[in-house]
C-alpha cells in the first residue's frame, strides 16, 4: 500500500513540476507575491500630504507647525492663503489634510486662554483619516506639555504612559508579513489540490486510475500528499524570508509553529481535494477554489480583525482555516507563545482537515461505483 | 492570417458574422447557468458577507482594568470606560492577572491604576495611569492607544473644576472629517469591495472561455471560419460585459439601499466609469486565457494574478502613498487600483472631475492595451 502511494505521489509531483507553466506557477508568484505584499500591506502612514492655512502671524502657530514638518509622517504640498483654497486640494487628493490655524491663536495662547488647532481631513478612507489625526494629535500633545512647561501653567491631574507589548513602536509589517506566510501558504495547497482531481476527470485519466488496483484511499492520500510537501516547502521558505529579510523578529520556538503548519496543510489540503471532488470541470473547481479562497482571506483577521464583525459572521469564521493558523504565526513570532497557550487553535484545524478529508474520500467512492 | 483577409476583403467587423458568434455565446451561457450565477447571485453573496464582516471600527473592546486600591478617584476613572462603547472593561485586582489575560489574548490591553494613585493625584505633580496595549496588530492597538486617550481626557475635564486646579490646555484640536463625519469604516470599505468584487467577476467570467476552447480544438475551428479575430473577440466580450454590468449595478444597489453607503455623484458617471473597469478587467482575463492556453494554469493565473493584488494594492485598505516608491509604480498596473479611487470619490465626495478624468484616462489605457495585447497573441497563436 504504502509503495503504491509513494508510486502515485512521484507521479503526483513530476505532472506538477514537468509542465514549465505550472512550475513557473509554483515558483514565482509566491516570492513575488511575498516581496511585492510584504511591502505594500501597511497601515502605517508616511509622507502624509497636508497644507497648511495660517492666519497667525505669532511665535507659537510658527512652533506648532514647525513641529508638524519636521515630523516624517507628515510633507507639505501647499500653503494655503484663503478659506476656499481647501476644498480643491482635499477634494482633488492633492492634500489629505489642511491645518488651519486662527489670526488671534498666539494671542489668546500668551493670555493663558485655549487656543484651537483646526484639521479638516479627508474622510474617504476613514481608517486613515483617523491615523492622521492621532499623529497630529501626538504632535499637538508634545506642544502643550512643552508650552505648560515653559509659561508654568499647571500640569494635568494625572497622565499615561502607554506601552505596547510585542510590538513596541507598532510596526504593522510585524503583523502583516506574518499573515502572509499563512495566506501564500494556503493560496499554493489550494490550488494545487483544487483542480488536480478536475483536471484528469475532464481529461478522462481519473477513470482509468480509478481502473487500477489503487483503493480510493490510496487515490486521495497520494493526491494529498503532494500539496502537503509542497505546501511545507514553501511555507518554510517565506518564513525565512520574513526572518531574514523583513526583520520580523521570531521569538518563538518552531514546535508550536510547524505543528500549526501541520494541521493548517491538512485542513486546506483537505478542503482543496474537497473542492475537487465535488466539481466535474475543472471550470467548476476554479469557480469552487475562488469561492473558498476569497472568504477564507477576508473573513479571516488577515487585515480586518474578527472581533470587529457582527456575531453571525464571527460564527461562520470559525470554520476558516486561515483564522487558527493567522493567531499561531502570529503569536509565535511575536508573543512567543507556547503550545499551552495555543493548544485550543490546533484542534480546530484537524476537525476541519479530517472532515474535509473524509468527504472528499466519500464522494472518490461514490463516483467509483 | 494574410491569406485569409484576402479571401474575405470589407469592412472590418461583419454585423452578422459579430451577431452569429454573440448568439453562440449567450446559449452557451444560457445553457450552463454557472455564468449567470458568477454574475448576479456571487456578488450579492460576497458584498454582503464582506461588506458586514469587513470593519475597521473597534467597539466593545476587552480591557483589564488594574485597581489595587478601590476608592472614589480609581471609581470615576472607571465609569469612562464603562460608559464607553468602545470597550468592555474587566476589573481585575492584580497586575499578575491582567498581564496573564493579556497572554492568553483574553483582553487586547491593560489600564492599572496603582496603590498610591489617590495619594498621587492630591500631590502636586500628576498621577501616573499605566496603559499596556497588545501591539501585535498595530493598527488596531493604535486604535486602541486613541479611545484610551479619549477617555482619559474627557475624565479630566470632568474632574477638573472639582480638584481646585482648573485643567488648562494650550491648544486643542478641532477635527473636521469631511465626506464621512462619523468615521464609518464601511461607508469607504464598500465601495472598494464593489471594485474587488467585480474585478474577481470579470477575470472569472472570462479567464476561462477562451481557455476552454483552445483546450477542446474548438478555437481552431472558429479560426478556419472566415470570422476575423476581433469579431471573435467582441463576440466574447459584449455578452459578458452586459452580464457584468448587470452584477455592477447589483452591487451598487445594495451598497445604497442595503449598506446606506451614501451616493453623492451622478448615476452617469458611476455606470460609464463601471463600464470601462469592466472592459478592462474582461479584457484581462482574455488575456490571461490567450496567454495560458488551458484552464489550468488559466484558472491559477486568475486568482494569483487578480484578487490579492486588488485586495492589497488597489489602497482599499492599505494606503498607497504611504507604499515604497517601487510598489507603487507596481500598483499602476491593477486596474481596480483607478476604480478604488473613483468609487470612494463618486459614493462619498461627489463627480469630482480631477479625480474621474485621470482615472479614467488611465483604465482606459489600460484597457486599450490590454485588448491589443489579446489580439496580437490570437494572430500569433495563428501563423
Same mark, same amino acid.
Given at each position: 500500500?504504502?509503495?503504491?502511494?509513494?508510486?502515485?505521489?512521484i507521479?503526483e509531483?513530476?505532472?506538477?513540476?514537468?509542465?514549465?507553466?505550472?512550475?513557473?506557477?509554483?515558483?514565482?508568484?509566491?516570492?513575488?507575491?511575498?516581496?511585492?505584499?510584504?511591502?505594500?500591506?501597511?497601515?502605517?502612514?508616511?509622507?502624509?500630504?497636508?497644507?497648511?492655512?495660517?492666519?497667525?502671524?505669532?511665535?507659537?502657530?510658527?512652533?506648532?507647525?514647525?513641529?508638524?514638518?519636521?515630523?516624517?509622517?507628515?510633507?507639505?504640498v501647499?500653503?494655503?492663503?484663503?478659506?476656499?483654497?481647501?476644498?480643491?486640494?482635499?477634494?482633488?487628493?492633492?492634500?489629505?489634510?489642511?491645518?488651519?490655524?486662527?489670526?488671534?491663536?498666539?494671542?489668546?495662547?500668551?493670555?493663558?486662554?485655549?487656543?484651537?488647532?483646526?484639521?479638516?481631513?479627508?474622510g474617504?478612507?476613514?481608517?486613515?483619516?483617523?491615523?492622521?489625526?492621532n499623529?497630529?494629535?501626538?504632535?499637538?500633545?508634545d506642544?502643550?506639555?512643552?508650552?505648560?512647561?515653559?509659561?508654568?501653567?499647571?500640569?494635568?491631574?494625572?497622565?499615561?504612559?502607554?506601552?505596547?507589548?510585542?510590538?513596541?513602536?507598532l510596526?504593522?509589517?510585524?503583523?502583516?508579513?506574518?499573515?502572509?506566510?499563512?495566506?501564500?501558504?494556503?493560496?499554493?495547497?489550494?490550488?494545487?489540490t483544487?483542480?488536480?482531481?478536475?483536471?484528469?476527470?475532464e481529461?478522462?485519466?481519473f477513470?482509468?486510475?480509478?481502473?487500477?488496483?489503487?483503493?480510493?484511499?490510496?487515490?486521495?492520500?497520494?493526491?494529498?500528499l503532494?500539496?502537503?510537501?509542497?505546501?511545507?516547502?514553501?511555507?518554510?521558505?517565506?518564513?525565512?524570508m520574513?526572518?531574514?529579510?523583513?526583520?520580523?523578529?521570531?521569538?518563538?520556538?518552531?514546535?508550536?509553529?510547524?505543528?500549526?503548519?501541520?494541521?493548517?496543510?491538512?485542513?486546506?489540503?483537505?478542503?482543496?481535494?474537497?473542492?475537487?471532488?465535488?466539481?466535474?470541470?475543472?471550470?467548476?473547481?476554479?469557480?469552487g477554489?475562488?469561492?473558498?479562497?476569497?472568504?477564507?482571506?477576508i473573513?479571516s483577521?488577515?487585515?480586518?480583525?474578527?472581533?470587529?464583525?457582527?456575531?453571525?459572521?464571527?460564527?461562520?469564521?470559525?470554520l476558516?482555516?486561515?483564522?487558527?493558523?493567522l493567531?499561531?504565526?502570529?503569536s509565535?513570532?511575536?508573543?512567543?507563545?507556547?503550545?499551552?497557550?495555543?493548544?485550543?487553535?490546533?484542534?480546530?484545524?484537524?476537525?476541519?482537515?479530517?472532515?474535509t478529508?473524509?468527504?472528499?474520500?466519500?464522494?472518490?467512492?461514490?463516483?467509483?461505483? | 492570417?494574410?491569406?485569409?483577409?484576402?479571401?474575405?476583403?470589407g469592412?472590418?467587423?461583419?454585423?452578422?458574422?459579430?451577431?452569429?458568434?454573440m448568439?453562440?455565446?449567450?446559449?452557451?451561457?444560457?445553457?450552463?447557468?454557472?455564468?449567470i450565477?458568477?454574475?448576479?447571485?456571487?456578488?450579492?453573496?460576497?458584498?454582503?458577507?464582506?461588506?458586514?464582516?469587513?470593519?475597521?471600527?473597534?467597539?466593545?473592546?476587552?480591557?483589564?482594568?488594574?485597581?489595587?486600591?478601590?476608592?472614589?478617584?480609581?471609581?470615576?476613572?472607571?465609569?469612562?470606560?464603562?460608559?464607553?462603547?468602545?470597550?468592555r472593561?474587566?476589573?481585575?485586582?492584580?497586575?499578575?492577572?491582567?498581564?496573564? !489575560? #493579556?497572554?492568553?489574548?483574553? $483582553?487586547?490591553g491593560?489600564? &492599572?491604576? +496603582? *496603590?498610591?494613585?489617590?495619594?498621587? %493625584?492630591?500631590? /502636586?505633580?500628576?498621577?501616573?495611569?499605566?496603559?499596556?496595549?497588545?501591539?501585535v496588530?498595530?493598527?488596531?492597538?493604535?486604535?486602541?492607544e486613541?479611545?484610551?486617550?479619549?477617555?482619559?481626557?474627557?475624565?479630566?475635564?470632568?474632574?477638573a473644576?472639582?480638584?481646585?486646579?482648573p485643567?488648562?490646555?494650550?491648544?486643542?484640536?478641532?477635527?473636521?472629517?469631511?465626506?464621512?463625519?462619523?468615521?464609518?469604516?464601511?461607508?469607504?470599505?464598500?465601495?472598494?469591495l464593489?471594485?474587488?468584487?467585480?474585478?474577481?467577476?470579470? !477575470? #472569472?467570467?472570462?479567464?476561462? $472561455?477562451?481557455?476552454?476552447? &483552445?483546450? +477542446? *480544438?474548438?478555437?481552431?475551428a472558429l %479560426?478556419?471560419? /472566415?470570422?476575423?479575430?476581433?469579431?471573435?473577440?467582441?463576440?466574447?466580450?459584449?455578452?459578458?460585459?452586459?452580464l457584468?454590468?448587470?452584477?455592477?449595478?447589483?452591487?451598487?444597489?445594495?451598497?445604497?439601499?442595503?449598506?446606506?453607503?451614501?451616493?453623492?455623484?451622478s448615476?452617469?458617471v458611476?455606470?460609464?466609469?463601471?463600464g470601462?473597469?469592466?472592459?478592462?478587467?474582461?479584457?484581462?482575463?482574455?488575456?490571461?486565457?490567450?496567454?495560458?492556453?488551458?484552464?489550468?494554469?488559466?484558472?491559477?493565473?486568475?486568482?494569483? !494574478?487578480t484578487?490579492?493584488?486588488?485586495?492589497?494594492?488597489?489602497?482599499?485598505?492599505?494606503?498607497?502613498?504611504?507604499?515604497?516608491?517601487?510598489?507603487?509604480?507596481?500598483?499602476?498596473i491593477?486596474?481596480?487600483?483607478?476604480?478604488?479611487?473613483?468609487?470612494?470619490?463618486?459614493?462619498?465626495?461627489?463627480?469630482?472631475?480631477?479625480?474621474?478624468?485621470?482615472?479614467?484616462l488611465?483604465l482606459?489605457?489600460?484597457?486599450?492595451?490590454?485588448?491589443?495585447?489579446?489580439?496580437?497573441?490570437?494572430?500569433?497563436?495563428?501563423?
Amino acid at each position: 500500500m504504502l509503495r503504491r502511494i509513494i508510486a502515485l505521489m512521484i507521479k503526483e509531483i513530476i505532472a506538477i513540476v514537468a509542465d514549465p507553466k505550472s512550475r513557473m506557477v509554483l515558483i514565482g508568484p509566491p516570492i513575488i507575491q511575498l516581496m511585492v505584499f510584504g511591502y505594500a500591506a501597511t497601515f502605517d502612514l508616511e509622507h502624509v500630504p497636508y497644507a497648511v492655512y495660517n492666519e497667525d502671524r505669532g511665535q507659537a502657530s510658527r512652533d506648532l507647525l514647525a513641529r508638524l514638518e519636521g515630523s516624517p509622517n507628515f510633507n507639505l504640498v501647499a500653503r494655503v492663503a484663503r478659506d476656499g483654497e481647501v476644498r480643491p486640494l482635499i477634494d482633488d487628493r492633492k492634500a489629505m489634510a489642511v491645518v488651519h490655524v486662527g489670526p488671534l491663536f498666539t494671542e489668546e495662547l500668551l493670555r493663558g486662554r485655549t487656543g484651537s488647532l483646526q484639521v479638516v481631513v479627508d474622510g474617504r478612507n476613514s481608517n486613515t483619516a483617523m491615523i492622521v489625526l492621532n499623529y497630529i494629535r501626538t504632535i499637538v500633545a508634545d506642544f502643550n506639555q512643552g508650552w505648560s512647561q515653559a509659561h508654568g501653567q499647571g500640569s494635568a491631574p494625572a497622565d499615561l504612559r502607554i506601552r505596547f507589548w510585542f510590538n513596541p513602536n507598532l510596526d504593522s509589517r510585524w503583523f502583516i508579513i506574518p499573515g502572509l506566510v499563512a495566506l501564500l501558504t494556503l493560496v499554493v495547497s489550494l490550488l494545487l489540490t483544487a483542480l488536480s482531481v478536475a483536471r484528469e476527470r475532464e481529461a478522462g485519466t481519473f477513470d482509468q486510475m480509478l481502473a487500477t488496483p489503487l483503493r480510493p484511499v490510496e487515490i486521495l492520500v497520494g493526491k494529498a500528499l503532494p500539496g502537503f510537501v509542497i505546501g511545507a516547502i514553501e511555507a518554510t521558505f517565506i518564513l525565512v524570508m520574513a526572518m531574514i529579510w523583513f526583520q520580523v523578529p521570531f521569538r518563538g520556538t518552531f514546535f508550536p509553529l510547524y505543528l500549526g503548519l501541520f494541521m493548517f496543510l491538512l485542513s486546506s489540503v483537505g478542503a482543496g481535494l474537497m473542492i475537487s471532488s465535488l466539481s466535474v470541470t475543472q471550470q467548476q473547481a476554479l469557480l469552487g477554489t475562488f469561492l473558498f479562497l476569497v472568504p477564507a482571506i477576508i473573513l479571516s483577521g488577515f487585515a480586518t480583525p474578527i472581533a470587529n464583525m457582527p456575531q453571525a459572521v464571527q460564527y461562520l469564521t470559525y470554520l476558516n482555516p486561515l483564522r487558527y493558523f493567522l493567531i499561531i504565526v502570529r503569536s509565535v513570532f511575536l508573543e512567543a507563545s507556547s503550545f499551552e497557550i495555543l493548544w485550543n487553535l490546533y484542534w480546530p484545524m484537524a476537525v476541519i482537515g479530517t472532515a474535509t478529508l473524509i468527504i472528499a474520500g466519500w464522494l472518490f467512492r461514490r463516483r467509483m461505483y | 492570417m494574410r491569406t485569409m483577409k484576402r479571401a474575405h476583403p470589407g469592412h472590418a467587423l461583419n454585423r452578422m458574422r459579430l451577431m452569429g458568434l454573440m448568439k453562440k455565446e449567450a446559449y452557451q451561457i444560457v445553457r450552463d447557468p454557472s455564468s449567470i450565477a458568477i454574475a448576479f447571485v456571487l456578488p450579492v453573496i460576497l458584498l454582503i458577507l464582506f461588506g458586514y464582516g469587513v470593519s475597521l471600527d473597534a467597539e466593545h473592546v476587552p480591557v483589564a482594568i488594574v485597581v489595587e486600591h478601590p476608592g472614589s478617584e480609581t471609581a470615576s476613572f472607571v465609569a469612562g470606560f464603562r460608559e464607553s462603547r468602545y470597550f468592555r472593561p474587566v476589573i481585575m485586582r492584580t497586575i499578575q492577572a491582567a498581564e496573564n !489575560a #493579556l497572554m492568553h489574548r483574553d $483582553v487586547d490591553g491593560i489600564v &492599572w491604576l +496603582r *496603590g498610591n494613585f489617590a495619594r498621587d %493625584m492630591r500631590a /502636586p505633580g500628576p498621577a501616573s495611569i499605566g496603559v499596556i496595549v497588545n501591539g501585535v496588530n498595530a493598527n488596531q492597538a493604535r486604535i486602541i492607544e486613541g479611545y484610551v486617550t479619549g477617555v482619559w481626557s474627557k475624565w479630566q475635564e470632568r474632574i477638573a473644576p472639582g480638584q481646585g486646579r482648573p485643567l488648562k490646555v494650550p491648544v486643542t484640536v478641532e477635527q473636521r472629517i469631511w465626506f464621512n463625519p462619523e468615521m464609518r469604516s464601511r461607508n469607504f470599505l464598500v465601495p472598494g469591495l464593489i471594485a474587488i468584487i467585480m474585478t474577481l467577476i470579470g !477575470a #472569472l467570467l472570462t479567464a476561462m $472561455v477562451v481557455a476552454r476552447e &483552445w483546450e +477542446r *480544438g474548438t478555437m481552431e475551428a472558429l %479560426m478556419v471560419t /472566415p470570422v476575423r479575430t476581433q469579431e471573435i473577440l467582441l463576440g466574447k466580450i459584449i455578452p459578458y460585459f452586459v452580464l457584468g454590468m448587470g452584477g455592477m449595478a447589483l452591487s451598487v444597489g445594495m451598497a445604497v439601499w442595503v449598506f446606506d453607503v451614501p451616493f453623492r455623484g451622478s448615476y452617469l458617471v458611476l455606470f460609464a466609469t463601471a463600464g470601462l473597469f469592466l472592459l478592462t478587467s474582461l479584457a484581462m482575463g482574455l488575456f490571461i486565457s490567450v496567454v495560458a492556453k488551458n484552464q489550468f494554469v488559466a484558472g491559477q493565473i486568475a486568482i494569483i !494574478a487578480t484578487f490579492l493584488p486588488a485586495f492589497i494594492l488597489s489602497g482599499f485598505l492599505f494606503d498607497i502613498g504611504s507604499m515604497p516608491k517601487a510598489v507603487q509604480l507596481i500598483t499602476h498596473i491593477i486596474a481596480a487600483r483607478y476604480f478604488v479611487s473613483i468609487l470612494q470619490t463618486l459614493f462619498l465626495a461627489g463627480d469630482v472631475w480631477a479625480v474621474v478624468a485621470w482615472n479614467s484616462l488611465a483604465l482606459g489605457i489600460m484597457c486599450i492595451f490590454f485588448l491589443l495585447l489579446v489580439r496580437k497573441r490570437m494572430k500569433k497563436r495563428l501563423e
